[in-house]
Nanobody, 113 residues
Framework: QVQLVESGGGLVQAGGSLRLSCVAS????????MGWYRQAPGKQRELVAS???????NYAASVKGRFTVSRDNALHTMWLQMNNLNPNDTAVYYC???????WGQGTQVTVSS
């Protein structure tokens, strides 16, 4: 059974930074591409950043240049460094395998103006 646990969310002022982490259980973390998703109230969940097993990354246009996704396969951990946050970044953030449609609790990010 695979489990993913997100952490690092919180309340931050516009222009500030947060670093989210995602820790995976099991033996297959290094074999899977992963992504960070977010969902704001009344909006559909969207993919904001992804990273391949070898470290190639992609970003949504709205976060490119501000967010950085990274991973350490030995630690079974993925991070999302978020800089220059604005209120439009407010959402629940989830990590997941790219192929999966099962979701955990996520971590809340709230950006005040």
């Amino acid at each position: 059974q695979v489990q993913l646990v997100e952490s690092g969310g919180g309340l931050v002022q516009a222009g500030g930074s947060l670093r989210l982490s995602c820790v995976a259980s099991g033996d297959f973390f290094s074999l899977n591409a992963m992504g960070w998703y977010r969902q704001a109230p009344g909006k559909q969940r969207e993919l904001v950043a992804s990273i391949s097993t070898g470290g190639r990354t992609n970003y949504a246009a709205s976060v490119k240049g501000r967010f950085t996704v990274s991973r350490d396969n030995a630690l079974h951990t993925m991070w999302l460094q978020m800089n220059n946050l604005n209120p439009n970044d407010t959402a629940v953030y989830y990590c997941n395998f790219i192929w999966s449609d099962r979701w955990g609790q996520g971590t809340q990010v709230t950006v005040s103006s």
